[in-house]
């Protein structure tokens, strides 16, 4: 009977395979861990003062959706008034469909709020405020849609640079709180109010991907 012969046959790289491969593993894990590294870093985010929150972070969902309207509605109402010199009233902001003043579905879904403006000119500052307080029962605070216009730079030929934000948002946790009586930072601060503020494009992106 013919027996089979076995032959050893030795690997030709002798080895190298395994360390090749884990060269390769080392090479990838110092990669990924560098990359960590550096993307931890770029996500870190300007930290806020005591009196501000973050919109996305700190508010609920319908909050957020009440927040997002003014966000957008405050660019129109300061554009309209820099050219015409008058504040948009809560009627003709409902009548031209913009939230989060217009009685739409998103209106009734989001707390329902009647939103108020008052106009509290002082000097040179030509201020505006819209509060807004959601219908009781809602699990929502309030709002307040602030402009602080100063109009010395019109005066004379002389340019000078706005020493405010033309408009911010201030939030209360309280569903019924009116707005303060001094419509300044520091009004609005010991009031109990907190300023909202919203995440850049390059923030959002950051906090997305992490």
Same mark, same amino acid.
């Given at each position: ?6 032959? %050893?046959?030795?690997?030709? #790289?002798?080895?190298?395979? /395994?360390?090749?491969? %884990? ?35 700190? %508010?609920?969902?319908k909050e957020l959706a009440v927040f997002n309207g003014l966000y957008t509605a405050a660019v129109e109402i ?22 989060? +003043? /217009? ?9 329902? +709020? ?22 009781? #029962? ?7 849609? %602030?402009?602080? *216009?100063?109009? /010395? ?6 340019? /000078?640079?706005?020493? *405010? ?5 201030w939030y209360h946790t309280s569903a019924g709180k009116p707005a303060p009586q001094i419509a300044t930072d ?14 850049? #494009? ?7 991907? #992490?």
């Open positions: 009977m013919n027996k089979s012969s076995r032959q %050893l046959v030795s690997p030709s #790289g002798k080895g190298k395979e /395994t360390m090749y491969v %884990l060269l390769t593993a080392i090479l990838v894990t110092v990669s990924c861990a560098t990359l960590i590294l550096v993307n931890q870093k770029q996500s870190e985010i300007a930290n806020l003062a005591d009196f501000q929150i973050r919109a996305f972070s700190d %508010l609920n969902e300061n554009a309209i008034h820099s050219e015409e010199e008058e504040w948009l009233t809560v009627p003709q902001l409902e009548e031209e469909l913009m939230p989060p +003043f /217009t009685k739409d579905t998103s209106w009734k879904n989001n707390g329902r +709020f009647n939103w108020t403006r008052s106009l509290r000119p002082s000097g040179s500052m030509d201020i505006a405020l819209y509060t807004g307080h959601p219908k009781q #029962g809602e699990e929502t605070g309030s709002f307040i849609l %602030l402009f602080l *216009h100063n109009h /010395t730079q019109k005066q004379g030929n002389a340019r /000078t640079e706005p020493s *405010h934000a033309p408009y911010e948002i520091q009004g609005f601060i010991s009031a109990g109010w907190k300023e909202v503020i919203a995440y850049s #494009g390059e923030d959002e992106v950051k906090r997305i991907k #992490g």
